[in-house]
């Protein structure tokens, strides 16, 4: 198992029609405590943001990236998840 994970192709198109487009991340923790999850977001022509993100020991989750204030709506990224141990 890895503490560092990278995903190539995130976009959230911020649109009421039919072509909105949007990111989730699906995670499970299957170690016997709580992984706190740093991920940070690489855009082609923006800064970097950062978030965290907590998961239960032994749970899977599912995350609507849509509902983080942190990602850019209407560009393109790439995300690393960087975890504090081995998940």
């Given amino acids: ?3 560092i994970h990278y ?3 995130g976009y959230l198109l ?3 029609g039919p ?12 170690a016997p405590r709580t992984a706190r999850l740093k991920f940070t977001f690489y855009y082609e022509e923006a800064a ?7 998961v239960p ?3 899977g989750q599912s995350l609507h990236l849509a509902s983080c204030q942190e990602v850019h709506r209407n560009k393109r ?3 690393k998840s ?3 141990s081995p998940w």
């Fill in 57 to 59: 020991a032994e749970h």
């Fill in 7 to 9: 995903f190539g192709d």
């Fill in 48 to 54: 970097p943001t950062t978030m965290a993100y907590t």
């Fill in 19 to 30: 072509n909105r487009q949007s990111t989730w991340v699906c995670m499970y923790n299957p």
């Fill in 1 to 3: 198992m890895s503490r």
């Fill in 14 to 16: 911020d649109d009421a």
């Fill in 82 to 84: 960087r975890a504090p």
């Fill in 77 to 79: 990224f790439g995300r």
